[in-house]
């Protein structure tokens, strides 16, 4: 009994799969037909050239950094590099030097977690850019477009205001994808 069950599951599948590509090789049809018309309309009336239309997609990429991150490297917190801080005139030779190396090792720090933080940045970016490629242009690759460029439109990080008025810093761009078909 079992395996009749199967049997008859799998034959429901394939028929559901046959309709499934009848309907889809009736709408690739209908295209074709229509293609062939303004070809045939075309030659008729001397043109020789393929008529284009064109799209344009939009990838918007917004890559917020982690609250709290400063994106500026070059910022410190050393108060004594200030020349006007009151204690400058008691900095010895000894002092300096351990002032400096205390500044060389934060800044160690920081370039760590810069890189850390621009490698989880690029990897937000790669997966929104593979999801956008997996869907919207293998959706309109089926749909006959033809990819004719990428461009990156950058933007300047920038911050915005998030929910508890704090200051969220942010990287974006956007891709522009251009497309191209015969009419």
């Known amino acids: 009994m079992d395996e009749q069950q199967q049997l008859n599951e799998l034959k429901r599948k394939m028929v559901d799969t ?9 709408e690739l049809q209908q295209k074709l037909n229509k293609k062939m018309e303004l070809s045939k309309s075309n030659a ?11 799209r344009v997609e939009e990838l918007e990429i917004d890559l917020p950094y982690p609250p709290g991150y ?21 900095q010895t030779p000894q002092y300096k030097e351990e002032q400096e190396q205390a500044s060389r090792e934060r800044l160690k720090v920081r370039l ?30 089926e749909d006959g477009w033809t990819l004719q460029s990428v461009v990156k439109v950058d933007l300047p990080y920038h911050g915005v205001i998030d929910e508890s008025d704090s200051l969220q810093m942010n990287e974006s ?7 191209s078909r015969p009419l």
Not at 173 to 179: E, P, R
């Open 70 to 90: 400063d994106p500026n490297l070059e910022s410190d917190d050393d108060e004594d590099e200030n020349p006007q801080h009151p204690r400058r005139h008691l």
């Open 44 to 54: 008729e009336m001397g043109i020789k050239r393929v008529a284009l239309e064109y």
């Open 173 to 179: 761009y956007t891709n522009l994808y251009y497309f």
């Open 112 to 141: 760590n977690e810069a890189q850390r933080v621009l490698k989880n940045m690029k990897l937000e970016a790669l997966r929104q850019c593979r999801e956008f490629q997996t869907t919207k242009l293998k959706e309109l690759g």
């Open 18 to 26: 046959m309709s499934e590509m009848e309907f889809k090789a009736s």
